[in-house]
């Protein structure tokens, strides 16, 4: 079955540093992978998706990259907030041959807090 | 701009009952998506529906029943509860046109079963 993982439950970083998390998945080639952002008690927020064609995306301070040959996605934030301190989790959807597209499949998440 | 919305946020019921819980999706918005989250867990998918009709199943109990209804809001009905439902449970919409592949979540129903 599909396996996503995320390097590390927790990374503490400095305010104004870059924060990379790392996405890792096994038994799947996913056509995309999804980026969300979970804070205490809410839910998901989309950040951003990557296509299997596309190395890289960006959206203001964040980038993701996409490997599909290692299997992995690096999620950046430059210029790091406080306001940025969240759970960010890593999705697979999966495609059906018709019909409605599939569910989400999250990895851990990685809980990024940023301090002042 | 229109959000998900969820009803109830709060739910506290005891073992052995049962629970509703609403979604609205974002108009225009086809595909809804329900998951349980459990405390430090990931979302976990339950079922989800596409123009009302029921398009895929993962690790939903038997106990638990959903449905889409023709305004595209959708329930989740839980029967029996157990100590071991109480979770966040989110419901997630998106259309379901080529390109258009992210979810949008709604704020959640705490259930807390006693």
């Known amino acids: 079955s599909q396996k996503i993982e995320q390097n590390s439950e927790a990374l503490n970083i400095q305010e104004g540093k870059t924060a990379t998390l790392t996405c890792n998945y096994t038994?799947?080639?996913?056509?995309?992978l999804q980026w969300y952002r979970q804070d205490p008690g809410r839910g998901p927020v989309f950040l951003l998706l990557i296509r299997e064609n596309e190395k890289e995306k960006r959206k203001e301070r964040l980038k993701v990259t996409f490997d599909t040959t290692l299997k992995q996605s690096l999620f950046h934030i430059t210029a790091s907030q406080p306001a940025d301190s969240a759970t960010y989790l890593c999705?697979?959807?999966?495609?059906?041959?018709?019909?409605?597209?599939?569910?989400?499949?999250f990895g851990k998440g990685t809980k990024l807090s940023v301090k002042p | 701009a229109a959000g998900v919305i969820q009803s109830p946020r709060h739910l506290i019921k005891e073992k052995r009952e049962t629970a509703t819980l609403k979604c609205y999706p974002i108009p225009r918005h086809d595909t809804v998506y329900w998951y349980q989250q459990g405390p430090g867990q990931d979302p976990q998918f339950l079922i989800s529906f596409y123009e009302k009709m029921q398009s895929d199943k993962g690790s939903i109990p038997d106990r638990f029943s959903a449905q889409q209804f023709s305004d595209y809001h959708s329930e989740l009905n839980m029967s029996s509860l157990e100590l071991g439902d109480s979770a966040l449970y989110f419901c997630?919409?998106?259309?379901?046109?080529?390109?258009?592949?992210?979810?949008?979540f709604g704020p959640g129903t705490r259930l807390t079963v006693t």
């Open positions: 997630a919409s998106r259309i379901a046109e080529f390109g258009f592949h992210e979810q949008y």
């Open positions: 038994n799947y080639s996913p056509a995309y």
């Open positions: 999705a697979l959807d999966r495609r059906y041959g018709g019909g409605s597209q599939g569910n989400l499949i």
